[in-house]
């Protein structure tokens, strides 16, 4: 927060209500997705006030358990990632959104999690509000109400007064330690895992005769092997991405989303 900006970082399976809480919090009116639909497709910011202090917070695409997608949706945060840590601006804090008033937590929402785990690392986790809770983070209810929004932002706030070492999420270091080849970080081999398990799992209900083997069905199993691959094909490099998303008038983004997090550099 060296340039007087807290950037929080919203993540979360879509539904989880990353969109409302940006709302509520900012009152922008970002388009909110309903039943398991999402609206976010890019990186996609609130902007507010708090104490004197300007607060963006950034709303990522939520991951939607339908596998090719998945893929998708890791590598664009990947790349958002990367232009951050290439432009020099930090992720001040990390909110993952996950609703806790559920009789049970789902295998896919704990497979989700333990992905997002590996997306920040744990040097990070004194600066995460989470949910399920990895040592050192933090749980912070939202009750859907401006008030309990404000009080999240203002836990980051309090975390941030102060000098604070400047810490990346593990994504980034390991991006930058593997020169940018996706493969070698460790929530790309944690994706991997659950692609895996979920090709596994189409085949071995469509071999106990659970569900039919449409050319639906198919599709989805050919799509999830063809991203699997190409997973393993991608090389980000932060500064190509800052040089073309990264356009700058007057200190403002006027191109994609990606560039969003590094608004008035």
């Known amino acids: 927060m060296s340039d007087g900006i807290l950037r929080l970082a919203v993540f979360g399976m879509t539904g989880a209500g990353k969109t409302s809480f940006i709302n509520k ?11 398991g639909n999402s609206c976010t497709k890019d990186v ?19 991951f939607d ?13 990947s790349k958002w990632l990367a232009v951050a840590e290439a432009s020099g601006t930090s992720v001040d804090g990390v909110i993952i959104m996950q609703p806790i008033n559920k009789p049970r937590v789902t295998d896919s929402e704990q497979k989700k999690t333990q992905l997002f785990k590996k997306i920040v690392g744990g040097a990070f986790y004194p600066k995460v509000a989470f949910g399920d809770v990895p040592t050192g983070a933090k749980v912070l209810r939202f009750e859907n109400t401006e008030r309990s929004a404000r009080d999240v932002v203002l836990h980051f706030m309090g975390l941030n007064s102060n000098p604070y070492p400047r810490t990346r999420l593990l994504l980034q270091e390991e991006l930058v330690q593997a020169d940018g080849r996706l ?21 071995v209900q469509i071999n106990q005769g659970r569900v039919a083997s449409t050319p639906e069905l ?48």
């Open 25 to 35: 919090a900012t009152g922008a009116q970002l388009e909110v997705g309903g039943s």
């Open 44 to 62: 996609q910011y609130g902007e507010t006030t708090v104490n004197a202090k300007k607060v963006l917070l950034l709303d990522t695409p939520g």
């Open 65 to 77: 358990d339908s596998g090719g997608r998945d893929a998708d949706i890791f590598v664009e945060i």
């Open 183 to 203: 493969n070698d970080t460790s929530a790309c081999r944690e994706l991997d895992i659950m692609l895996g398990q979920k090709t596994r799992s189409f085949q």
């Open 218 to 265: 198919q599709g989805r199993v050919n799509d999830i092997s063809k991203k699997r691959s190409w997973l393993k094909t991608i090389k980000i490099n932060g500064k190509d991405l800052l040089k073309t998303f990264g356009k700058w008038a007057g200190g403002a983004v006027v191109s994609t989303a990606l560039g969003l997090l590094c608004e008035v550099m």
